[in-house]
């Protein structure tokens, strides 16, 4: 059954939102469920059940789940216009590892978005990582969440957003404090 | 020491304002206590068997008197009046106020202080040698290392929710004083043939329920590469460190399961892809970050003086506490003091907030401002003039931070056990006491010479047993509290995990069984010869044997055999 989240957080602003993420259902198979008309996210698994249907159909999106490597996409990364890492737990931290080797290693630059438990708290460190969207656990206030994106204005090291540690971009000198 | 500039003050700034309201939607249930936790715990706070309990980082164990004063000032306005150290360099507070918590760290902030990722499962505070700088026996001095690793590892955003806490610790001398074998990596900074620095890089060592010794992955690493190398190694883990069973999340069952050759070629496969990026650090950083650590402004002083050496020769008590709390140092006429916070009938690292501002004048009087954190839990004075040692040492004692045990039995490292931490199976605190009690008389201590007894009140090792020369688990039988003894565990360049003697004992019992163990060594020993080589030269069947020879009364009158098993 697909679910659909009416407004996700994307480039820094919500907004409203029409694709729906496919999540197997108890009794489903990748092979077999059946894929909803309109723009659906489906599980990597569905993809490779369903490739030779799915490969025509625009657009479409992809889904990975925690336990997921990002080099799975490798050779099919050109087919979405999506691409998700899921949270099964907001303590769950793969799917940064995951976001961060679909941007750099695989060089994906479409749209990057964390579903499943996506708190606030933890949006400043997905956008670093390369997540440019974000499905907000549904139960909490998004525009509350927004204001996760902005915790901090300077960062020390590298990542996805910053190519350039603290060290390298501005002369650092200690302040006194007398 | 390193100082912050406006990049570092701002960054703190904007996470006590971030916590702020954390603690302000947790208060109004926006969060729930589930979602709250991790947040909390990645600022140090951990709800306690009484009370919340906030660990305050101490990069590396270093302190300015300044902050020193503002832990005395914590005490008395937020706490009871005293603090803890710990095994980690670092300060926990045990009876603190969530609705107060973020007002500390605000003050915390002016000093340059903080409790960011003191607990949680990301990259924690980073360990080094209380002695770096100083030490005699010094390669390298490891803090400006300690300090970019620091700010690397601070709000890493693909770091903070690994499968398990995170340690690294670093060392940069011949001896090892920072137990670099039993952390996630370990680090030791060294010098290769052709005397550039680089790094000898151990992963998957440490203690909890399944102590393991690191292995070294990579014998050298020219020290330019250390952060890249260093997201190396946390991505394979990341990735791959189980996340289904919390007792087996740590790296080192990952590095187990997969031998360390293989998950050091992991590391290199990922390494490749980003080695010799704009995260390589140049020259112009270590510059920037070793200028704090330049050596203070040393007199050129002989390396006798008079005085000293008249109140040495004159002065028994004066004499032993040289012998046991002073070290030497690489600048001539200068001594590193400990101060020993094992005073018979404290609490292991327990510290007044009286205590903490005596401190922290003397450090201004005789050791240029500064004051350090052993992981043995006791403080350091690390550049004391030997003029000014007598006079340092007859005011420390009037403080009760002089007992001149500092290597020897009653410097027992033991963690709060169960009268604080809501973990504990048992009591490790009067374990200790009743030890030190028994063990009070100094000229046996010194007999007995160098040993390392440890406790902890669960599995989780915070007291280090598995590597203490005598090793006390509190362990937890039908509700009743018991401990577990090991020996032969040892930190340092031969660190070992010690063996387990055989059935438990109870608390009545253990002044006793570290009687007999030490019966046995001194029956034993060869001239000159250390408890823990005895240990490793006999086994420990002789200890057992003796130690179960014949019951040892437990003081328990229900009943009970009087023998334990
Ligand atoms: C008071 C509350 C505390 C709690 C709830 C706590 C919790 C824990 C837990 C759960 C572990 C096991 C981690 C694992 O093996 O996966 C652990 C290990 C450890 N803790 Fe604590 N701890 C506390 C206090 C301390 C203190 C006071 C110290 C220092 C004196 C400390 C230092 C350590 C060390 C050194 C380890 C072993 C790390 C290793 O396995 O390498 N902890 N602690
Ligand atoms: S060893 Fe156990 S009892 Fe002791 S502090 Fe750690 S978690 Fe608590």
């Known amino acids: ?178 | 020491m390193y100082r912050y500039d406006q990049y570092d003050h701002q960054i703190v700034k904007e996470r006590v304002a971030q916590y702020r309201d954390q603690v302000r939607r947790r208060l109004s249930d926006e969060l729930t206590e589930e979602e709250f936790l991790p947040l909390r715990l990645q600022n140090g706070l951990y709800m306690q068997r009484h009370a919340y309990m906030l660990r305050i980082a101490v990069p590396y164990g270093m302190l300015s008197t300044a902050q020193v004063r503002m832990f005395a000032h914590i005490a008395r306005t937020y706490d009871r009046g005293y603090g803890h150290f710990t095994t980690r360099q670092n300060i926990q507070f045990n009876w603190i106020n969530l609705e107060q918590s973020p007002d500390i760290l605000a003050e915390l902030a002016t000093v340059e202080m903080h409790a960011i990722q003191t607990s949680g499962n990301c990259i924690r505070n980073t360990t080094s040698d209380e002695l770096a700088g100083v030490a005699a026996d010094e390669i390298i001095d490891p803090r400006p290392y300690a300090e970019i690793i620091r700010e690397w590892s601070t709000f890493h955003p693909e770091f903070a929710f690994l499968p398990r806490k995170f340690k690294i610790a670093i060392s940069g001398s011949e001896q090892d004083r920072a137990a670099t074998a039993v952390h996630d990596i370990g680090l030791h900074v060294v010098k290769n043939a052709e005397g550039e620095v680089g790094f000898r890089f151990l992963v998957g060592g440490g203690m909890g329920r399944t102590p393991i010794i690191g292995s070294v992955i990579r014998e050298f690493l020219p020290w330019q590469h250390a952060l890249t190398y260093l997201e190396a190694v946390l991505r394979v883990y990341n990735q791959h460190g189980r996340r289904d069973n919390k007792y087996k999340a740590r790296i080192k069952i990952l590095v187990k399961a997969l031998g360390a050759e293989e998950f050091g070629r992991q590391v290199e496969a990922e390494w490749a892809d980003i080695k010799d990026g704009p995260a390589t650090l140049t020259v112009e950083e270590l510059q920037r970050i070793a200028q704090y650590f330049v050596p203070p402004p040393y007199e050129t002083l002989a390396a006798s003086d008079v005085g000293f050496e008249a109140h040495k020769a004159e002065n028994k008590g004066f004499a032993n506490w040289l012998l046991r709390n002073v070290k030497a140092h690489k600048v001539s006429g200068y001594a590193a003091v400990i101060l020993s916070v094992k005073k018979t009938g404290v609490p292991p690292g327990d510290i007044t907030a009286a205590q903490l501002d005596f401190v922290a004048d003397l450090a201004d009087q005789y050791s240029f401002g500064e004051v350090r954190i052993t992981h043995e839990q006791n403080l350091v004075l690390a550049d004391v003039k030997l003029s000014d040692l007598f006079t340092v040492w007859q005011a420390v004692k009037a403080q009760g931070l002089a007992t001149p045990n500092i290597g020897l039995l009653t410097d027992i490292i033991c963690c709060p056990g169960g009268d604080f931490c809501s973990l504990a199976n048992a009591k490790s605190i009067p374990i200790a006491q009743a030890i030190a009690e028994k063990f009070d008389n100094l000229d046996f201590q010194h007999d007995i010479g160098e040993i390392e007894l440890n406790i902890s009140g669960c599995i989780n090792a915070c007291g280090h047993h598995h590597v203490g020369n005598i090793g006390i688990l509190g362990v937890d039988k039908d509700g009743s509290e018991w401990y577990q003894v090991s020996i032969g565990g040892a930190q340092g360049n031969n660190t070992s995990i010690g063996k387990i003697i055989g059935p438990s004992f109870s608390a009545q019992q253990m002044p006793v069984v570290i009687e007999r163990l030490l019966d046995v060594y001194v029956k034993q020993r060869h001239e000159e010869e250390l408890f823990i080589d005895t240990v490793q030269r006999l086994g420990i069947a002789p200890f057992k044997e003796y130690v179960y020879a014949s019951p040892i009364p437990t003081g328990y009158t229900h009943g009970e055999d009087a023998c334990v098993y």
């Open chain 1, 1 to 178: 059954m697909p679910v659909s989240t009416n407004e996700i957080i994307k480039n820094r602003a919500v907004v409203s939102d029409d694709w729906s993420v496919l999540r197997l259902q108890e009794g489903e198979t990748a092979e077999s469920v059946s894929i909803p008309a309109g723009k659906v996210i489906v599980p990597f698994s569905v993809w490779q059940a369903q490739r030779a249907q799915l490969q025509d159909r625009k657009p479409i999106g992809v889904w990975l789940s925690s336990d997921a490597q990002a080099d799975v996409l490798k050779e099919d990364l050109a087919h979405f216009d999506l691409v998700a890492v899921d949270f099964p737990k907001f303590t769950d931290g793969r799917g940064y590892s995951i976001a961060y080797n679909l941007r750099t290693r695989l060089a994906y630059s479409g749209e990057l978005r964390a579903i499943g438990d996506v708190l606030r708290d933890q949006l400043f460190y997905m956008q670093r990582v390369g997540f440019d969207a974000f499905a907000v656990r549904a139960d909490k206030n998004i525009h509350d969440a927004l204001k996760g994106l902005t915790d901090f204005t300077e960062k020390y090291q590298t990542s996805w957003d910053e190519k350039t540690p603290l060290f390298r971009r501005v002369n650092r000198q200690a302040v006194s404090q007398d």
